[in-house]
T-cell receptor
Framework: NAGVTQTPKFRVLKTGQSMTLLCAQD?????MYWYRQDPGMGLRLIHY???????AKGEVPDGYNVSRLKKQNFLLGLESAAPSQTSVYFCASAGTGYSPLHFGNGTRLTVT | KNEVEQSPQNLTAQEGEFITINCSYSVGISALHWLQQHPGGGIVSLFM???GKKKHGRLIATINIQEKHSSLHITASHPRDSAVYICAAYSGGGADGLTFGKGTHLIIQP
């Protein structure tokens, strides 16, 4: 049972480049989340989804887009990367909003 | 917005010591999560509780709803317990109702 799988694990981008981070879960969870983790700050919610075909903005959505075309996958896109988006990104899933979270292993992104 | 504060920020202890990490929050909550982030970066869920106490092995989590405070205890600490421990308060109101603390960096020395 793989749980939550994030790809890639590491990425370096130049300013202005685009990329997509993929999150896949095999637990049939409805809720999926994208967070970013920066030094000295708690995890901050970028976007989330409460089911296939639905997405919503979190605390820090600017510069990111998401899609949830299939229940098991939640994609995070950066259309034009900026150095301020250098961070570690975590995907998480849960059965409901009141359930334990299952995290992916993170993606370390550097934008130069 | 809920404000979640953890203390201490950093803690170094000797193997075998009893460890306590504290979490306080400003707004009433439906549930509180304790998470562990390993040195390699992965995050795992340790507990989710809304009242009383939960125990798993050497880990114990307690919550006092009236005082808006939760504690995570580690008994007989071991170097493998070295990690960042994060609390997160769920205020309800939807999937975005979770606020994370900044974490407590714990080092257990042999």
């Amino acid at each position: 049972n793989a749980g939550v799988t994030q790809t890639p694990k590491f990425r370096v981008l130049k300013t202005g480049q685009s990329m997509t981070l993929l999150c896949a879960q095999d637990m049939n969870h409805e809720y999926m989340y994208w967070y970013r983790q920066d030094p000295g700050m708690g995890l901050r919610l970028i976007h989330y989804s409460v089911g296939e075909g639905t997405t919503a903005k979190g605390e820090v959505p600017d510069g990111y887009n998401v899609s949830r075309l299939k229940k098991q996958n939640f994609l995070l896109g950066l259309e034009s990367a900026a150095p301020s988006q250098t961070s570690v990104y975590f995907c998480a899933s849960a059965g409901t909003g009141y359930s334990p979270l299952h995290f992916g292993n993170g993606t370390r992104l550097t934008v130069t | 917005k809920n404000e979640v504060e953890q203390s201490p920020q950093n803690l170094t202890a000797q193997e075998g010591e009893f460890i306590t990490i504290n979490c306080s929050y400003s707004v009433g909550i439906s549930a509180l999560h304790w998470l562990q982030q390993h040195p390699g970066g992965g995050i795992v869920s340790l507990f989710m509780l809304s009242s009383g106490k939960k125990k798993h092995g050497r880990l114990i989590a307690t919550i006092n709803i009236q005082e808006k405070h939760s504690s995570l205890h580690i008994t007989a600490s071991h170097p493998r317990d070295s990690a960042v421990y994060i609390c997160a308060a769920y205020s309800g109101g939807g999937a975005d109702g979770l606020t994370f603390g900044k974490g407590t960096h714990l080092i257990i020395q042999p």
